[in-house]
């Protein structure tokens, strides 16, 4: 187990990996493309650079913190820009000034000690479904046709600007007042958007590139988390192919038996 902790590669410069069973990334939206699946079909596909990510911390229960988890870095930036505290931490840890900092909470030990790089290639690969969270666009103040999407009020019969408005909000004359959770215009976007179970497409390890087939919440150039699926199913697997051979008539002559499904 001490081999796979410290396990280098002449290719990677001799960087300390993590062990393939800790599946966390931290990575930037780059944008859209469209590539061909496994069958073939043409989709839309999100392209998130996922890693490198040094470990700068790990955090124990009997430490100070007193709770599992992982603080990574990922991306570069200028020394000057970062704040005094904050490059210390990184001195301190041996890693270069980088543009992301943050902490993945585990429930148990994850075997990653400080120093250690977590790297796209052997984390994840094509089949995979991942989970990925980023922060929305923020849209600033909204009306109730762009946020909750109304449909507005007619335009004809002597109203006047009433097209937008969101028409009754109070209750009669017995409640005298707007009920609590009225959709209402205000501030839309900018929320920590979580979307579950997409599913890889293709790895490219040598760009850090993964292929999604899912939006990505967040502009281009936006952090995003990547992780396993907290789901059940954590694969695609193909499904069981039943050879039927029928006669003339449509009656089944021959029925061979389901073969099992193998994992992508």
Same mark, same amino acid.
């Given at each position: 187990m001490a081999d796979e902790l410290t396990q280098k590669t002449e290719g990677d410069g001799g960087v300390k990996k993590t062990p393939p069973t800790f599946r966390h990334l931290l990575g930037e939206k780059v944008g859209m493309t469209q590539v061909f699946d496994k069958d073939g079909a043409l989709c839309g596909a999100s392209i998130v650079k996922a890693g490198p990510c040094p470990v700068m911390r790990v955090k124990r $229960?009997?430490? $100070?913190? @007193? *709770? =599992?988890a992982v603080q990574m870095a990922f991306g570069e930036r200028k020394e000057k820009n970062v704040p005094k505290p904050l490059l210390g931490q990184f001195k301190a840890a041996g890693v270069k000034p980088s543009r992301f900092v943050r902490e993945v909470r585990l429930a148990a030990d994850p075997k990653v000690e400080a120093g250690q790089?977590?790297?796209?290639?052997?984390?994840?690969?094509? @089949? /995979? *479904?991942? /989970?990925? +969270? @980023? =922060?929305?666009? @923020? +849209?600033g103040f909204a009306g109730v046709m762009k946020r909750h999407n109304f449909r507005g009020m007619p335009g004809s019969h002597g109203a006047s600007d009433k097209e937008r408005s969101p028409g009754s909000l109070a209750s009669r004359r017995s409640l005298g007042r707007v009920l609590p959770g009225q959709r209402m215009a205000g501030r839309m976007g900018g929320d920590l958007i979580c979307v579950h179970k997409a599913e890889v497409l293709k790895i490219d390890a040598g760009k850090n590139l993964v292929y999604l087939k899912s939006s990505v919440p967040g502009p281009a150039g936006g952090l995003v988390t990547l992780c396993e699926t907290v789901k059940s199913k954590k694969f695609r697997t193909e499904k069981a192919k039943i050879a039927v051979r029928k006669d003339k008539m449509g009656n089944i002559i021959m029925m061979k038996k389901p073969t099992k499904a193998k994992p992508a």
């Open positions: $229960p009997d430490g $100070p913190d @007193g *709770y =599992w790089t977590v790297v796209l290639d052997g984390v994840f690969k094509a @089949g /995979d *479904y991942v /989970d990925v +969270r @980023g =922060w929305s666009k @923020g +849209r």
